[in-house]
């Protein structure tokens, strides 16, 4: 079983709709979970991270936590062309390990 | 764009050949992070320094080695290489106090 798992799409939303992309992670000890972007060719770029269980907004984005359910999600709103990209969700596990998923491909159509 | 470069861009080596990677970090971040990353995949971490020390380590046999200097720049060596090397090898550093990465542009090894 991989530490964290992604579905690798890819995930097709029409410009201006909700894009909404899964993770699932193994390690329950997890404390700190991330969200990163990652265009062709390019290194991945912080989105943005979530520590506690529940919802953090960053303009159009929304992060989401259960530690339970050990599940995060990253909702974009009014998705536009150049959100166009593999997005990436990392956790810190422990020993200050962090593992990425394989990335979550979204093509936002115009 | 972030503070963080590497160098070379682009690296073509042969097996069996050693490679040395390089990471100047942002300034102020006194972690860094490096990370294979193969096409189609996430990245892969292989270790971590802080303060000059190892601080963790993925699954990487030990051919794999790091350095990280007074001056928090740090380098990626690699020992004895294999053609499933090749990838993209990137290094990110950090804040004290944070766990929040920032990336550098990546350098792209060829192993032939």
Redesign the interface.
């Known amino acids: 079983q991989k530490e ?1 798992e ?1 579905n690798s799409g890819p995930l097709s939303v029409p410009e201006g709709a909700i894009a909404s992309l899964n993770c699932t992670y193994s390690d329950r000890g997890s404390q ?1 979970f ?1 969200w990163y972007r990652q265009y062709s060719g ?5 989105i943005m ?1 979530i520590y506690s269980n529940g919802d953090k907004e960053d303009g159009r984005f929304t992060a989401q936590l259960n530690k339970a359910s050990q599940y995060v999600s990253l909702l974009i709103r009014d998705s536009q062309p150049s959100d166009s990209a593999t997005y ?1 969700c ?1 956790v ?1 596990g422990n ?9 979550t491909k979204l093509n936002v159509k115009p | 764009e972030t503070g963080v470069t590497q160098s070379p861009t682009h690296l073509i080596k042969t097996r069996g050949q050693q490679v040395t990677l390089r990471c100047s970090s942002q300034s102020g971040h006194n972690t860094v992070s490096w990370y294979q990353q193969a096409l189609g995949q996430g990245p892969q971490f292989i270790f971590q320094y802080y303060r000059e020390e190892e601080n963790g380590r993925g699954n990487f046999p030990p051919r794999f080695s790091g350095l990280q200097f007074p001056n928090y720049s740090s380098e990626l060596n690699v020992n004895a290489l294999e053609l499933d090397d090749s990838a993209l090898y990137l290094c990110a550093s950090t804040l004290p106090f944070s766990q929040e990465q920032f990336f550098g542009p990546g350098t792209r090894l060829t192993v032939l």
């Open positions: 964290v992604q700190s991330f390019k290194s991945p770029e912080l991270f990436l990392a810190n020993f200050n390990k962090f593992y990425f998923g394989s990335g």
